[in-house]
């Protein structure tokens, strides 16, 4: 018993040496920081500090726990995203952004975004104006479609198209494109979260015209055509084009639609998906794709089709939810209008993706003499396959060319966790370090270098 009295004792004198907030928020280091982030952070510092107390930790020193404080700050206010060099050969990237904006873009745009604009402003009536006129005009003239319409994603686009005309209704989708993409995105949830009900119809490899015919009931409304992302079946499979699925649904007054997933403008030298001229052409009822994957624009999901359609899904309160901000409504323009006049230069993705295989090697070879005078730098010049990435052309491999590099004291593993660390993104294969060139700007061959300058250097 007199040991705990003394335990308790030893306790409470060392609560009463934690430091009082205010005393803390007084000190000189903190004068020109936030003062009620600071007291928060201090709040909670102290709290772990008396429960540490309680657990028979130590005390840090005054100094100690200002420091601690101090680094609480930094770290809240230090931006967590950084710009980082994608040499992995995977243009759209998921998880490094996709589709990037060139300078000039985002030069064409800063007026637009830093002053007021015509948002929603028609300067000719000076009343309310059109959100979407601008996209409306440009992909109009680029598709030959009747009318467009944007919101935030694809899987929005979905969700709209699905809630407008399926409501308590039946959708009609084969059991071979009811796909999962990154994120656990379901095209079947959904679906069902737009309120329609699915109706699946084949099997997982095959499906007939006619099981789609078989289905239509009079609780019909939509017939869907999804994109299979990210995989592609072969082998014993059969599926049916989307010109006869149209063909049909709207033989039975039903509503067509296609999920293209990315979708393409510029012809792409070996891939046989249709683009999206192509599939306009065709006279759909609706078809929508994503902005930042293909196209190269930002994250944006764009639905096309039948003017009386696209006016009920403008009708319809689930838009305001999903709305584009004024960011995307000027930069998918800048894109667009960039595909008009030609000038790829403004696209990035287009940029990478139609790149002469002998300026990727010129590039491949002149990072690789440079990287060879570094001490302990072995680089040798190799051929590459890229992939387009983010769900787009999962069959289609890009000839590439980069560079295959290991380093005589430092493991494969440890020197590639070092890189990522400094900004450079690479893949690895048969224990060598690649770096692909072809998301790779002429002005990152230096950068690569000068990241491993310090790496080797810090080792």
Do not use: W
Request: proline share 4%; charged share 20%; hydrophobic share 40%.
């Amino acid at each position: 018993m007199l040991n705990s009295l003394k335990r308790t004792l030893a306790l409470r004198e060392a609560l009463s040496q934690l430091p009082k907030i205010d005393k803390l928020l007084k000190e000189p280091r903190f004068q020109n920081k936030n003062p009620s982030l600071l007291k928060r952070l201090a709040q909670e510092l102290i709290e772990s500090l008396r429960q540490g107390l309680c657990q028979g930790q130590p005390l840090p020193s005054y100094a100690e726990i200002l420091a601690k404080i101090d680094r609480a700050y930094c770290a809240l206010l230090t931006p967590s995203s950084k710009p980082l060099i994608n040499a992995t050969g995977i243009i759209l990237q998921t998880n490094l952004g996709r589709s990037i904006f060139s300078p000039k873009l985002l030069e064409k745009i800063t007026p637009l975004l830093s002053g007021y604009n015509n948002l929603e402003y028609n300067l000719a009536t000076g009343e309310r104006g059109e959100r979407y006129a601008s996209i409306q005009k440009l992909l109009c003239a680029l598709l030959g479609c009747e009318d467009v319409l944007v919101v935030n994603n694809n899987a929005s686009a979905v969700l709209l198209i699905t809630n407008t005309f399926a409501k308590d209704k039946e959708v009609i989708i084969s059991r071979g494109e009811l796909i999962e993409i990154g994120g656990s995105f379901r095209i079947p949830e959904v679906i069902i979260s737009a309120g329609a009900h699915l109706k699946e119809v084949g099997t997982t490899n095959k499906t007939y015209l006619r099981d789609y015919q078989n289905a239509i009931t009079q609780d019909s409304a939509l017939i869907i055509k999804a994109h299979q992302s990210n995989f592609k079946q072969i082998g014993f499979v059969q599926e049916v084009c989307f010109e006869d699925l149209s063909k049909l649904a709207q033989a039975h007054h039903l509503i067509d639609y296609y999920d293209v997933g990315s979708g393409y403008i510029t012809p792409i030298d070996g891939v046989n998906e249709a683009s999206l001229i192509a599939i306009a052409a065709k006279n759909p009822s609706l078809v929508s794709f994503s902005g930042d994957k293909l196209l190269g624009g930002p994250q944006a999901g764009i639905i096309f089709g039948k003017k009386h359609l696209i006016d009920q899904l403008k009708k319809n309160h689930l838009l305001r939810a999903l709305r584009v901000d004024k960011f995307t409504i000027f930069a998918l323009s800048a894109t667009l209008q960039a595909y008009i006049e030609g000038d790829l230069e403004m696209i990035p993705t287009q940029r990478m993706l139609h790149e002469p295989l002998e300026s990727l090697r010129q590039k491949a070879e002149q990072l690789a003499q440079s990287l060879n005078t570094l001490s302990g730098m072995q680089c040798v010049l190799t051929p590459l396959g890229s992939m387009a990435g983010g769900g787009a052309l999962p069959q289609e491999e890009f000839p590439s060319y980069g560079i295959a590099l290991s380093h005589m004291h430092i493991k494969t593993q440890a020197l590639n966790e070092k890189i990522r660390q400094n900004g450079l993104i690479a893949r690895i294969q048969n224990d060598k370090i690649l770096l692909d060139m072809r998301c790779l700007e002429p002005h990152h061959l230096n950068a690569i270098k000068q990241i491993f300058l310090e790496v080797l250097n810090a080792k």
